[in-house]
């Protein structure tokens, strides 16, 4: 029997989680109740013009991050939520959000559709300023998100609903990667990524409050950054603290070595006061953080995780006068 778990290893090992998100310029989420099949959109009740769409999309590679949603109500409820997750450009807090309501989840498709055309919806409700979090228990992809999501998800629901916050919502969700940091969960609309979460750290994160040295253990990344410069935010953030999380940022690298052990890698941001502040870094592979192993409990291989380190920081300019548009 193989007791391979691929978190208890990553967590033995020490991993640093930072830098371990893909960039997706789209994310649409589909409710659909559980259980979900090893590929989501093969599960039972996914009708097949959902998933001829997404399998369309895909081989298109368009940026488009496709993921199956539920909620302990989604089996019973009549109508299907559909939540459309788009990058903004420039200067931001992460992704814009469009919310509709179906009658039925065969109605996706059509309504994608529509939305990829830039056609409105007779289906698109008012969205509204809600948190979203995506909890990954997709235990079929990966037994870690079975055995550490669905108790980390019903801890969530319980936490949301003791400390009576509004317009937070908790959801299931299918595959969203890095199945070794389980539990790991998306931030919505921020598009920020947790991993190896435990209740006391996802209530600082809920919050905004509390010691932010312990996103140094949680703190996966920001998915609008380059994976490689996702340390340099997390530097900021510990810098600046739970303000960091209201200021608009961008970021980008300059240049990169040919072995892309050494990045040049610029962050911009602006505070509510519009005040902008752009640094730059000198990122270098971290060799005593570098790790060679399973990427998930079924990898017959393991892998190489090159690890940044931020070697130099330093503020480039200030400007206190105009807020972007």
Known sequence: MNTFFCSDNSRQLGEDIIGSVSNHKTYILIECPTPWATDAFHSKWVPENLRLLVEEIKRAKLPINFLLIANNLSHKVERKTLLIYQKQDGLSHGYQKREF??????QAAAVIRKWLWDRNSNYEVE?????????????SHDKCCSRYGNSFYFNATSIVDELNLENVRIWKSSHIGGHRF???LIDFPAGRYYGNLDQESFKSILTRTGDIKCLQKVYRGWGILPSSIQVLERELIF????????YKVAGRIIEQSA?????????????????????QARLVKDETKTVELKSSCHAKHESVYVKYAVASLWLTST?????SA
Do not use: M
């Open 259 to 279: 072995d892309k052990n050494t990045i040049r890698a610029e962050l911009t941001f602006e505070k509510p006061d519009c005040s902008q502040y752009n640094y």
């Open 182 to 184: 389980a539990p790991t």
């Open 101 to 106: 309501h179906l009658e039925n989840i065969e």
């Open 239 to 246: 810098r600046y603290g739970w303000d960091w999380f209201d």
């Open 127 to 139: 969205a509204t300023a809600t948190r979203d979090f995506l909890v990954c228990t997709h235990g």
């Open 319 to 323: 400007n206190l006068a105009t807020c």
